[in-house]
């Protein structure tokens, strides 16, 4: 069994930029012919507050993937289980703009295995999420060994 984590929250916030950008143009092209300035300034606001959604969709991972064999993020890299004798979980708020922000999950794990994602003794990996860390919690504890997981605020 497979679980994908942040799927959802990821096609939430693709309608939210498709009704924000959308309806925010829509506004501003509407606002323009009818000489309406609040209008126009709202729908400004509208598609800025898009280009904020697509600024968080771009910098997050939806594709960690955690099965009993391990995990893996496809294409850049697979961790096994039997390479992992520590794994902590370390979350972060991250800002997008001002009032946006979304959470940042930090996986370090000591163990053998790749090369590249060696930091200072110790294997690292940064995922960033809209939103789904209670999920990441209950995959790490579903599949990973007894022992290993240690969930680090």
Do not use: C, N, Q
Not at 64 to 87: C, D, K, M
Not at 101 to 108: Q, T
């Amino acid at each position: 069994m497979v679980l994908r984590l942040d799927i959802v929250m990821r096609r939430l916030a693709w309608v939210g930029f498709g009704v924000f950008g959308g309806g925010g143009a829509v506004a501003v092209v509407v606002s323009l012919f009818s000489r309406s300035i609040p209008g126009v300034v709202f729908g400004l606001l509208s598609v800025g507050f898009a280009g904020l959604i697509l600024l968080g969709l771009r910098r997050s991972a939806g594709s960690l993937v955690i099965s009993a064999a391990g995990f893996s993020v496809p294409g850049v890299f697979e961790v096994r289980w039997t390479e992992v004798t520590r794994l902590r979980v370390r979350r972060e708020k991250r800002r997008v703009g001002r009032w946006m922000h979304w959470w940042h999950y930090r996986l370090e794990w000591t163990g053998s295995g790749l090369d590249f994602l060696l930091e200072e003794g110790e294997y690292a990996y940064a995922l960033g999420h809209l939103g789904g860390g209670s999920a990441l919690y209950a995959a790490l504890g579903r599949f990973a060994p007894a022992g290993v997981v240690e969930p680090a605020e």
